[in-house]
Protein backbone atom coordinates (compact mmCIF):
# COMPACT_ATOMS: atom_id res chain seq x y z
CA UNK A 1 0.00 0.00 0.00
CA UNK A 2 1.27 3.45 -0.86
CA UNK A 3 1.68 6.01 1.93
CA UNK A 4 -0.75 8.73 2.28
CA UNK A 5 1.63 11.21 1.46
CA UNK A 6 2.66 9.31 -1.95
CA UNK A 7 -0.94 8.63 -2.17
CA UNK A 8 -1.85 12.14 -2.28
CA UNK A 9 0.85 13.70 -4.57
CA UNK A 10 -0.07 10.91 -7.20
CA UNK A 11 -3.48 12.64 -6.73
CA UNK A 12 -2.07 16.24 -6.94
CA UNK A 13 -0.02 15.05 -9.83
CA UNK A 14 -3.37 13.66 -11.74
CA UNK A 15 -5.58 16.93 -11.05
CA UNK A 16 -2.89 18.94 -12.20
CA UNK A 17 -2.71 16.96 -15.66
CA UNK A 18 -6.48 17.08 -15.83
CA UNK A 19 -6.40 13.39 -16.44
CA UNK A 20 -10.05 11.97 -18.37
CA UNK A 21 -10.20 8.84 -16.85
CA UNK A 22 -12.54 8.72 -13.81
CA UNK A 23 -10.00 9.18 -10.67
CA UNK A 24 -9.32 6.22 -8.27
CA UNK A 25 -6.70 7.26 -5.82
CA UNK A 26 -4.70 4.78 -4.03
CA UNK A 27 -7.04 2.68 -1.43
CA UNK A 28 -9.86 5.22 -2.34
CA UNK A 29 -13.33 4.43 -4.45
CA UNK A 30 -15.28 6.44 -6.51
CA UNK A 31 -17.48 8.68 -4.98
CA UNK A 32 -20.26 8.30 -7.36
CA UNK A 33 -21.05 4.61 -6.25
CA UNK A 34 -22.30 5.59 -2.94
CA UNK A 35 -25.04 8.51 -2.84
CA UNK A 36 -24.79 8.54 1.10
CA UNK A 37 -20.93 9.80 1.56
CA UNK A 38 -20.50 12.08 4.20
CA UNK A 39 -16.79 13.41 3.20
CA UNK A 40 -14.91 14.46 0.41
CA UNK A 41 -14.13 11.24 -2.37
CA UNK A 42 -9.99 11.16 -1.49
CA UNK A 43 -9.56 8.19 1.06
CA UNK A 44 -6.23 8.18 2.49
CA UNK A 45 -6.99 4.72 3.70
CA UNK A 46 -8.72 1.30 3.12
CA UNK A 47 -10.92 1.27 5.52
CA UNK A 48 -12.89 -1.85 4.53
CA UNK A 49 -9.06 -3.85 4.69
CA UNK A 50 -8.72 -2.25 8.22
CA UNK A 51 -12.02 -3.61 9.22
CA UNK A 52 -11.48 -7.01 8.17
CA UNK A 53 -8.43 -7.05 10.54
CA UNK A 54 -9.78 -5.53 13.19
CA UNK A 55 -12.19 -8.22 13.32
CA UNK A 56 -9.57 -10.94 12.66
CA UNK A 57 -7.40 -9.78 15.37
CA UNK A 58 -9.91 -11.03 18.00
CA UNK A 59 -9.10 -14.89 16.77
CA UNK A 60 -5.52 -14.33 18.20
CA UNK A 61 -6.98 -13.67 21.60
CA UNK A 62 -9.04 -16.86 21.49
CA UNK A 63 -8.66 -19.29 24.55
CA UNK A 64 -10.20 -22.82 24.68
CA UNK A 65 -10.28 -25.31 21.74
CA UNK A 66 -10.28 -23.24 18.09
CA UNK A 67 -12.97 -24.58 15.63
CA UNK A 68 -12.16 -25.61 12.52
CA UNK A 69 -12.66 -22.36 10.52
CA UNK A 70 -10.09 -20.48 12.43
CA UNK A 71 -8.09 -18.03 10.66
CA UNK A 72 -5.32 -17.32 12.85
CA UNK A 73 -3.71 -20.61 12.33
CA UNK A 74 -0.43 -19.91 14.07
CA UNK A 75 -2.42 -20.33 17.17
CA UNK A 76 -3.13 -23.75 18.61
CA UNK A 77 -5.70 -25.04 21.28
CA UNK A 78 -5.35 -23.48 25.08
CA UNK A 79 -6.62 -23.61 28.54
CA UNK A 80 -8.84 -26.61 28.30
CA UNK A 81 -8.93 -27.29 32.05
CA UNK A 82 -9.96 -23.72 32.49
CA UNK A 83 -12.11 -24.13 35.88
CA UNK A 84 -11.39 -27.33 36.86
CA UNK A 85 -10.29 -25.71 40.29
CA UNK A 86 -13.72 -24.60 41.07
CA UNK A 87 -14.94 -27.60 39.19
CA UNK A 88 -16.76 -25.26 36.60
CA UNK A 89 -16.31 -25.19 32.88
CA UNK A 90 -14.46 -21.82 31.81
CA UNK A 91 -13.11 -22.94 29.00
CA UNK A 92 -13.21 -20.29 26.06
CA UNK A 93 -13.28 -16.68 26.29
CA UNK A 94 -10.46 -14.33 25.24
CA UNK A 95 -7.05 -13.21 27.06
CA UNK A 96 -7.18 -9.29 27.09
CA UNK A 97 -4.01 -8.63 25.80
CA UNK A 98 -0.12 -9.97 25.74
CA UNK A 99 -0.22 -12.01 28.67
CA UNK A 100 -2.49 -15.30 29.31
CA UNK A 101 -4.89 -14.89 31.82
CA UNK A 102 -8.85 -13.98 31.27
CA UNK A 103 -9.97 -10.85 33.07
CA UNK A 104 -13.87 -10.84 33.05
CA UNK A 105 -14.05 -6.97 33.60
CA UNK A 106 -12.03 -5.68 30.13
CA UNK A 107 -13.88 -9.31 28.36
CA UNK A 108 -17.28 -8.24 29.38
CA UNK A 109 -16.51 -4.22 27.95
CA UNK A 110 -15.09 -5.87 25.00
CA UNK A 111 -18.27 -8.09 24.13
CA UNK A 112 -20.09 -4.62 24.72
CA UNK A 113 -17.91 -2.41 22.82
CA UNK A 114 -17.85 -5.15 19.99
CA UNK A 115 -22.04 -5.50 20.09
CA UNK A 116 -22.45 -1.77 19.95
CA UNK A 117 -20.62 -1.91 16.95
CA UNK A 118 -22.37 -4.03 15.39
CA UNK A 119 -25.78 -2.80 16.64
CA UNK A 120 -25.24 1.11 15.35
CA UNK A 121 -23.27 -0.23 12.40
CA UNK A 122 -23.49 -3.60 11.69
CA UNK A 123 -25.98 -3.15 8.34
CA UNK A 124 -22.79 -1.45 6.74
CA UNK A 125 -20.18 -4.45 7.24
CA UNK A 126 -21.46 -6.82 4.08
CA UNK A 127 -19.45 -9.57 4.44
CA UNK A 128 -18.05 -8.44 7.58
CA UNK A 129 -21.24 -8.70 9.53
CA UNK A 130 -20.94 -12.54 10.10
CA UNK A 131 -17.15 -12.38 11.35
CA UNK A 132 -18.01 -9.84 13.66
CA UNK A 133 -20.39 -11.81 15.31
CA UNK A 134 -18.40 -14.27 15.56
CA UNK A 135 -16.41 -12.75 17.79
CA UNK A 136 -18.98 -11.69 20.13
CA UNK A 137 -19.83 -14.92 20.13
CA UNK A 138 -16.43 -16.29 21.29
CA UNK A 139 -17.13 -13.96 24.05
CA UNK A 140 -20.69 -14.31 25.17
CA UNK A 141 -20.54 -18.10 24.74
CA UNK A 142 -17.71 -17.44 27.85
CA UNK A 143 -20.13 -15.20 29.56
CA UNK A 144 -22.61 -17.44 29.69
CA UNK A 145 -20.74 -20.00 31.41
CA UNK A 146 -19.21 -17.56 33.81
CA UNK A 147 -22.52 -16.50 35.30
CA UNK A 148 -23.96 -19.93 35.29
CA UNK A 149 -24.28 -20.54 38.62
CA UNK A 150 -27.29 -17.74 40.48
CA UNK A 151 -25.56 -15.15 42.92
CA UNK A 152 -22.10 -15.43 41.32
CA UNK A 153 -19.85 -15.00 38.50
CA UNK A 154 -16.48 -16.11 37.70
CA UNK A 155 -14.23 -13.23 36.68
CA UNK A 156 -10.80 -14.19 36.41
CA UNK A 157 -8.93 -17.55 35.67
CA UNK A 158 -5.19 -17.26 35.57
CA UNK A 159 -3.10 -15.81 38.76
CA UNK A 160 -1.93 -12.42 36.81
CA UNK A 161 1.76 -12.18 39.14
CA UNK A 162 2.12 -15.59 38.00
CA UNK A 163 1.36 -15.27 34.74
CA UNK A 164 3.49 -12.34 34.49
CA UNK A 165 6.38 -13.83 35.78
CA UNK A 166 6.77 -15.89 32.69
CA UNK A 167 7.26 -15.11 29.19
CA UNK A 168 5.62 -18.38 27.17
CA UNK A 169 2.69 -19.42 24.06
CA UNK A 170 -0.94 -19.80 26.04
CA UNK A 171 -0.60 -23.01 24.57
CA UNK A 172 2.45 -24.20 26.93
CA UNK A 173 1.67 -22.15 29.67
CA UNK A 174 2.00 -23.80 33.29
CA UNK A 175 1.58 -21.27 35.76
CA UNK A 176 -1.48 -21.82 38.15
CA UNK A 177 -4.97 -21.46 35.95
CA UNK A 178 -6.71 -20.28 39.10
CA UNK A 179 -10.45 -18.88 39.46
CA UNK A 180 -11.59 -16.23 41.10
CA UNK A 181 -15.00 -14.93 41.61
CA UNK A 182 -17.53 -12.86 43.23
CA UNK A 183 -20.74 -13.39 45.34
CA UNK A 184 -23.09 -12.11 47.57
CA UNK A 185 -20.60 -12.45 50.07
CA UNK A 186 -17.89 -10.97 47.94
CA UNK A 187 -19.70 -8.58 45.65
CA UNK A 188 -18.20 -7.41 42.41
CA UNK A 189 -20.87 -4.72 40.66
CA UNK A 190 -18.86 -3.57 38.36
CA UNK A 191 -18.07 -6.52 36.93
CA UNK A 192 -21.34 -8.14 37.42
CA UNK A 193 -22.75 -5.00 35.64
CA UNK A 194 -20.90 -4.79 33.06
CA UNK A 195 -21.42 -8.25 32.14
CA UNK A 196 -25.37 -7.66 32.22
CA UNK A 197 -24.69 -4.95 29.63
CA UNK A 198 -22.73 -7.19 27.17
CA UNK A 199 -24.93 -9.81 27.47
CA UNK A 200 -28.14 -7.21 27.08
CA UNK A 201 -26.26 -5.34 23.73
CA UNK A 202 -25.34 -8.88 22.65
CA UNK A 203 -29.11 -10.22 22.68
CA UNK A 204 -29.85 -7.06 20.33
CA UNK A 205 -26.96 -8.48 17.98
CA UNK A 206 -28.75 -11.93 17.91
CA UNK A 207 -32.24 -11.21 17.63
CA UNK A 208 -32.98 -11.74 14.15
CA UNK A 209 -30.82 -14.11 13.25
CA UNK A 210 -30.74 -16.80 16.32
CA UNK A 211 -33.76 -15.68 18.47
CA UNK A 212 -33.10 -18.50 20.80
CA UNK A 213 -29.97 -17.60 21.55
CA UNK A 214 -30.84 -13.50 22.04
CA UNK A 215 -33.79 -14.58 24.76
CA UNK A 216 -31.02 -16.57 26.72
CA UNK A 217 -28.83 -13.65 26.51
CA UNK A 218 -31.44 -11.44 27.63
CA UNK A 219 -32.61 -13.39 30.49
CA UNK A 220 -29.23 -14.17 31.68
CA UNK A 221 -28.33 -10.43 31.45
CA UNK A 222 -31.58 -9.28 33.76
CA UNK A 223 -30.78 -12.23 36.05
CA UNK A 224 -26.88 -10.80 36.31
CA UNK A 225 -27.66 -7.00 36.87
CA UNK A 226 -30.41 -7.70 39.80
CA UNK A 227 -27.60 -9.83 41.18
CA UNK A 228 -25.34 -6.53 40.66
CA UNK A 229 -27.65 -3.91 41.95
CA UNK A 230 -28.57 -5.96 45.19
CA UNK A 231 -25.71 -7.00 46.38
CA UNK A 232 -22.96 -3.74 46.16
CA UNK A 233 -18.96 -3.77 46.38
CA UNK A 234 -16.19 -3.62 44.61
CA UNK A 235 -14.62 -6.61 42.96
CA UNK A 236 -11.13 -4.71 43.81
CA UNK A 237 -12.01 -4.32 47.91
CA UNK A 238 -11.96 -8.84 47.71
CA UNK A 239 -9.93 -9.57 45.27
CA UNK A 240 -7.63 -6.73 45.49
CA UNK A 241 -4.20 -8.94 45.36
CA UNK A 242 -5.67 -10.71 42.15
CA UNK A 243 -7.10 -8.16 40.38
CA UNK A 244 -4.77 -5.26 40.88
CA UNK A 245 -3.30 -3.15 39.45
CA UNK A 246 -4.13 -5.22 35.86
CA UNK A 247 -8.05 -4.02 36.56
CA UNK A 248 -8.71 -2.02 39.41
CA UNK A 249 -11.60 -0.51 39.48
CA UNK A 250 -10.43 3.36 40.02
CA UNK A 251 -13.97 4.55 38.77
CA UNK A 252 -16.26 2.66 41.24
CA UNK A 253 -19.11 0.77 40.05
CA UNK A 254 -21.97 3.57 40.01
CA UNK A 255 -21.17 4.08 36.22
CA UNK A 256 -21.32 0.11 35.52
CA UNK A 257 -25.31 0.62 37.19
CA UNK A 258 -25.98 3.14 35.01
CA UNK A 259 -24.52 1.38 31.88
CA UNK A 260 -26.36 -1.48 32.79
CA UNK A 261 -29.50 -0.16 33.24
CA UNK A 262 -28.93 1.90 30.06
CA UNK A 263 -28.78 -1.38 27.90
CA UNK A 264 -31.18 -3.62 29.74
CA UNK A 265 -33.40 -0.37 29.26
CA UNK A 266 -32.85 -0.40 25.47
CA UNK A 267 -32.77 -4.26 24.97
CA UNK A 268 -36.14 -4.88 26.91
CA UNK A 269 -38.22 -1.74 26.47
CA UNK A 270 -39.32 -2.20 29.79
CA UNK A 271 -40.73 0.30 31.78
CA UNK A 272 -38.35 -0.73 35.24
CA UNK A 273 -35.17 0.12 34.05
CA UNK A 274 -36.13 3.24 32.60
CA UNK A 275 -37.64 3.98 36.32
CA UNK A 276 -34.65 2.97 37.74
CA UNK A 277 -32.56 5.09 35.76
CA UNK A 278 -34.50 8.56 36.60
CA UNK A 279 -34.41 7.48 39.84
CA UNK A 280 -30.79 6.19 40.56
CA UNK A 281 -29.49 8.86 37.72
CA UNK A 282 -28.11 11.37 39.81
CA UNK A 283 -26.90 8.74 42.40
CA UNK A 284 -24.83 6.58 39.78
CA UNK A 285 -23.01 9.52 39.05
CA UNK A 286 -24.67 10.98 35.40
CA UNK A 287 -23.75 14.74 35.63
CA UNK A 288 -20.26 13.93 36.64
CA UNK A 289 -17.54 16.07 35.02
CA UNK A 290 -15.62 12.82 33.77
CA UNK A 291 -14.83 12.55 30.04
CA UNK A 292 -12.81 9.04 30.09
CA UNK A 293 -14.44 6.45 28.27
CA UNK A 294 -13.28 3.02 28.72
CA UNK A 295 -13.29 -0.33 30.80
CA UNK A 296 -13.37 1.41 33.95
CA UNK A 297 -15.32 4.52 33.46
CA UNK A 298 -18.52 4.19 31.27
CA UNK A 299 -20.00 7.33 32.43
CA UNK A 300 -19.99 9.19 28.76
CA UNK A 301 -20.87 6.02 27.24
CA UNK A 302 -23.80 5.95 29.28
CA UNK A 303 -24.71 9.00 28.47
CA UNK A 304 -24.41 8.82 24.61
CA UNK A 305 -26.78 5.71 24.85
CA UNK A 306 -29.10 7.51 26.93
CA UNK A 307 -29.11 10.21 24.51
CA UNK A 308 -30.16 8.19 21.81
CA UNK A 309 -33.47 7.43 23.86
CA UNK A 310 -34.14 11.38 23.83
CA UNK A 311 -33.10 12.32 20.39
CA UNK A 312 -34.61 9.47 18.20
CA UNK A 313 -37.23 8.34 20.82
CA UNK A 314 -38.15 11.89 21.87
CA UNK A 315 -38.12 11.09 25.42
CA UNK A 316 -38.68 14.01 27.48
CA UNK A 317 -37.01 12.19 30.77
CA UNK A 318 -33.61 12.04 29.39
CA UNK A 319 -33.45 15.31 27.97
CA UNK A 320 -30.22 15.27 30.76
CA UNK A 321 -28.26 13.03 29.34
CA UNK A 322 -28.46 14.75 25.81
CA UNK A 323 -27.05 18.43 27.64
CA UNK A 324 -24.31 15.59 29.61
CA UNK A 325 -23.13 14.16 26.13
CA UNK A 326 -22.66 17.21 24.46
CA UNK A 327 -20.92 18.45 27.94
CA UNK A 328 -17.96 15.26 26.54
CA UNK A 329 -18.31 16.50 22.76
CA UNK A 330 -17.26 20.44 23.81
CA UNK A 331 -14.60 18.56 25.47
CA UNK A 332 -12.77 17.48 22.26
CA UNK A 333 -13.65 19.66 19.99
CA UNK A 334 -10.18 21.80 19.34
CA UNK A 335 -10.97 25.51 20.06
CA UNK A 336 -14.50 24.93 20.90
CA UNK A 337 -15.70 26.49 24.18
CA UNK A 338 -14.73 24.35 26.85
CA UNK A 339 -12.05 22.60 25.05
CA UNK A 340 -9.78 20.71 27.34
CA UNK A 341 -8.79 17.63 25.60
CA UNK A 342 -5.42 17.49 24.73
CA UNK A 343 -3.87 16.50 21.39
CA UNK A 344 -0.35 15.18 20.14
CA UNK A 345 1.34 17.75 17.68
CA UNK A 346 0.17 15.14 15.00
CA UNK A 347 -3.30 15.60 16.19
CA UNK A 348 -3.67 12.33 17.69
CA UNK A 349 -6.64 12.20 21.51
CA UNK A 350 -3.69 11.76 24.18
CA UNK A 351 -5.29 10.45 27.58
CA UNK A 352 -2.42 8.95 29.15
CA UNK A 353 1.00 7.66 28.40
CA UNK A 354 -0.56 3.80 29.10
CA UNK A 355 -2.73 1.97 26.42
CA UNK A 356 -3.54 5.44 24.97
CA UNK A 357 -5.04 4.03 21.98
CA UNK A 358 -7.73 2.63 23.65
CA UNK A 359 -9.16 5.79 24.10
CA UNK A 360 -8.61 7.24 20.67
CA UNK A 361 -10.35 4.08 19.51
CA UNK A 362 -13.51 4.76 22.36
CA UNK A 363 -13.71 8.46 21.50
CA UNK A 364 -13.54 7.95 17.85
CA UNK A 365 -16.69 5.43 18.34
CA UNK A 366 -18.63 7.40 20.71
CA UNK A 367 -18.32 10.67 17.73
CA UNK A 368 -19.69 8.85 14.98
CA UNK A 369 -22.62 7.37 17.29
CA UNK A 370 -23.83 10.25 18.71
CA UNK A 371 -23.43 11.93 15.04
CA UNK A 372 -25.64 9.57 13.89
CA UNK A 373 -27.83 9.89 16.29
CA UNK A 374 -28.20 13.97 15.97
CA UNK A 375 -28.38 13.67 12.47
CA UNK A 376 -31.69 11.18 13.15
CA UNK A 377 -33.05 14.23 14.87
CA UNK A 378 -31.60 17.09 12.98
CA UNK A 379 -30.18 18.27 16.19
CA UNK A 380 -26.43 19.82 16.58
CA UNK A 381 -24.38 19.88 19.75
CA UNK A 382 -24.24 23.64 21.00
CA UNK A 383 -20.92 24.47 22.98
CA UNK A 384 -21.35 28.19 24.42
CA UNK A 385 -23.93 29.15 22.01
CA UNK A 386 -21.42 27.97 19.03
CA UNK A 387 -23.37 24.73 16.91
CA UNK A 388 -21.11 21.93 16.07
CA UNK A 389 -23.00 19.51 14.02
CA UNK A 390 -22.97 15.72 12.92
CA UNK A 391 -20.40 16.86 10.21
CA UNK A 392 -18.08 18.39 12.47
CA UNK A 393 -17.89 15.21 14.90
CA UNK A 394 -17.30 12.90 11.97
CA UNK A 395 -14.55 14.83 10.80
CA UNK A 396 -12.77 14.55 13.87
CA UNK A 397 -13.43 11.08 14.47
CA UNK A 398 -12.31 10.16 11.24
CA UNK A 399 -8.71 12.15 12.09
CA UNK A 400 -8.78 9.77 14.67
CA UNK A 401 -8.64 7.16 12.22
CA UNK A 402 -6.69 8.21 9.70
CA UNK A 403 -3.68 8.88 12.62
CA UNK A 404 -4.08 5.38 13.61
CA UNK A 405 -4.00 4.07 9.84
CA UNK A 406 -0.50 5.79 9.03
CA UNK A 407 -1.67 9.39 8.47
CA UNK A 408 0.48 10.81 11.41
CA UNK A 409 4.49 12.10 11.97
CA UNK A 410 5.75 8.19 12.12
CA UNK A 411 4.45 7.50 8.96
CA UNK A 412 3.41 4.18 10.76
CA UNK A 413 0.64 2.26 11.02
CA UNK A 414 -0.68 1.26 14.53
CA UNK A 415 -2.61 -2.14 13.49
CA UNK A 416 -0.36 -4.79 12.94
CA UNK A 417 -0.70 -6.32 9.23
CA UNK A 418 -2.04 -2.74 7.88
CA UNK A 419 -0.07 -0.59 5.30
CA UNK A 420 3.71 -0.47 4.73
CA UNK A 421 4.92 -0.25 7.77
CA UNK A 422 3.68 -0.84 11.47
CA UNK A 423 5.16 -2.46 15.02
CA UNK A 424 6.86 -5.56 14.51
CA UNK A 425 7.72 -6.16 17.84
CA UNK A 426 4.65 -6.24 19.50
CA UNK A 427 4.26 -6.65 23.62
CA UNK A 428 2.28 -9.95 22.74
CA UNK A 429 3.24 -13.66 23.85
CA UNK A 430 1.97 -16.05 21.32
CA UNK A 431 2.91 -13.67 18.40
CA UNK A 432 6.44 -13.07 19.73
CA UNK A 433 7.61 -16.92 20.10
CA UNK A 434 7.52 -19.55 17.56
CA UNK A 435 4.39 -20.64 16.99
CA UNK A 436 3.74 -24.56 17.74
CA UNK A 437 3.78 -25.36 14.18
CA UNK A 438 7.09 -24.45 14.26
CA UNK A 439 8.57 -25.29 17.09
CA UNK A 440 6.52 -28.17 18.77
CA UNK A 441 8.47 -28.64 21.94
CA UNK A 442 7.28 -26.80 25.13
CA UNK A 443 8.84 -23.18 25.60
CA UNK A 444 9.20 -23.12 29.14
CA UNK A 445 8.22 -20.28 31.44
CA UNK A 446 11.36 -18.01 31.53
CA UNK A 447 13.36 -18.70 28.54
CA UNK A 448 11.03 -17.28 26.38
CA UNK A 449 12.12 -13.60 28.05
CA UNK A 450 14.94 -13.90 26.03
CA UNK A 451 12.57 -13.64 22.79
CA UNK A 452 11.23 -11.13 25.25
CA UNK A 453 14.15 -8.65 25.45
CA UNK A 454 15.69 -9.19 22.12
CA UNK A 455 15.42 -7.13 19.06
CA UNK A 456 13.83 -9.29 16.45
CA UNK A 457 10.51 -9.37 14.66
CA UNK A 458 7.67 -11.12 16.08
CA UNK A 459 7.62 -14.53 14.12
CA UNK A 460 3.37 -14.65 13.74
CA UNK A 461 1.60 -11.21 12.52
CA UNK A 462 -1.36 -10.92 15.12
CA UNK A 463 -3.20 -9.36 12.18
CA UNK A 464 -5.49 -6.55 12.91
CA UNK A 465 -3.66 -5.70 16.35
CA UNK A 466 -3.90 -2.08 17.88
CA UNK A 467 -1.28 -1.26 20.02
CA UNK A 468 -0.72 1.33 22.99
CA UNK A 469 0.70 3.82 20.51
CA UNK A 470 3.05 6.54 20.44
CA UNK A 471 3.67 9.29 23.19
CA UNK A 472 2.07 12.64 23.81
CA UNK A 473 5.41 13.71 21.29
CA UNK A 474 3.81 11.29 18.26
CA UNK A 475 7.20 9.05 19.11
CA UNK A 476 7.07 5.09 18.70
CA UNK A 477 10.05 3.10 19.80
CA UNK A 478 8.56 -0.71 18.76
CA UNK A 479 9.86 -2.02 21.62
CA UNK A 480 8.29 -5.48 22.67
CA UNK A 481 9.38 -4.64 26.95
CA UNK A 482 7.64 -1.48 26.40
CA UNK A 483 4.30 -2.32 26.97
CA UNK A 484 2.33 0.84 27.49
CA UNK A 485 3.23 1.79 23.75
CA UNK A 486 3.67 -1.94 22.16
CA UNK A 487 0.80 -4.52 24.16
CA UNK A 488 -2.53 -5.00 22.35
CA UNK A 489 -5.98 -5.16 23.85
CA UNK A 490 -9.27 -6.42 22.56
CA UNK A 491 -11.16 -3.30 24.44
CA UNK A 492 -8.23 -1.18 21.96
CA UNK A 493 -10.06 -2.93 18.78
CA UNK A 494 -13.56 -3.52 19.47
CA UNK A 495 -14.76 0.25 19.25
CA UNK A 496 -12.73 0.55 16.02
CA UNK A 497 -14.63 -2.30 14.84
CA UNK A 498 -17.77 -0.12 14.54
CA UNK A 499 -16.11 3.48 13.10
CA UNK A 500 -14.09 1.20 10.42
CA UNK A 501 -17.33 0.06 9.18
CA UNK A 502 -18.79 3.54 9.01
CA UNK A 503 -16.20 5.02 7.27
CA UNK A 504 -15.36 1.91 4.90
CA UNK A 505 -19.18 2.51 3.74
CA UNK A 506 -19.38 6.21 3.78
CA UNK A 507 -16.06 6.13 0.76
CA UNK A 508 -18.15 2.93 -1.06
CA UNK A 509 -15.22 0.99 -0.10
CA UNK A 510 -18.39 -1.93 1.29
Not at 25 to 36: E, I, L, R
Not at 251 to 266: M, N, T
Request: proline share 6%; with cysteine.
Amino acid sequence: MASPVTCFASVLLLIALAATAPLLPCNAFPFHQNPYLHHPHFAAHNYRDALTKSILFFEGQRSGRLPPNQRMTWRRDSGLSDGSDMHVDLVGGYYDAGDNVKFGFPMAFTATMLSWSVIEFGGLMQGELQNAKEAIRWATDYLLKATAHPDTIYVQVGDANRDHSCWERPEDMDTPRSVFKIDKNSPGTEVAAETAAALAAASLVFRRTDRAYSAFLLNRAIRVFEFADKYRGSYSDHLKQFVCPFYCSYSGYQDELLWGAAWLHRATRIPTYLSYIQRNGQVLGADEADYTFGWDNKHVGARILLSKAFLVQRMQSLQDYKIHADNFICSLVPGAPFSQAQYTPGGLLFKMSDSNMQYVTSTSFLLLTYAKYLKSANMVVSCGGVPITAKKLRTIAKKQVDYILGSNPMRMSYMVGYGPRYPLRIHHRGSSLPSVAVHPQKIQCSSGFSVMNSQSPNPNLLVGALVGGPDQGDRFQDQRSDYAQSEPATYINAPLVGALAYLAHSFGQL
